[in-house]
């Protein structure tokens, strides 16, 4: 598996993370969603702690994450796992 090292700006800071090379825009994507978060959350002026401010945005996100569900009421990893039995089935379809 290849690393790659993805430069990242949050709340004004750089970090390098490294990520699979195949992931580096998933990441990239991530950062996006963490700094719109901070972005709302500094824009109400009610949280000024930017320890508090990125804590908030994780909690957004992680609730976000787990009110996810498809139309049929699967929770995002089942529909993920049916996605990827699908792959595998249409894969193994293709081989024979």
Not at 9 to 28: C, K, S, V, Y
Request: glycine residues 4%; contains cysteine; proline residues 1%.
């Amino acid at each position: 598996m290849s690393i790659s090292q993805v430069d990242v700006n949050i709340l004004g800071r750089q970090f390098t993370i490294g990520t699979p090379t195949d992931e580096a825009e998933t990441l990239r994507q991530a950062v996006y969603l963490l700094n719109q978060k901070i972005a709302a959350i500094q824009d109400t002026g009610r949280i000024v702690e930017t320890d508090k401010i990125v804590i908030m945005a994780a909690l957004n996100l992680a609730h976000d994450f787990l009110k996810m569900t498809t139309k049929d009421g699967l929770e995002f990893t089942q529909f993920e796992r049916k996605i990827s039995d699908m792959i595998q089935a249409c894969e193994t379809a293709l081989k024979v």
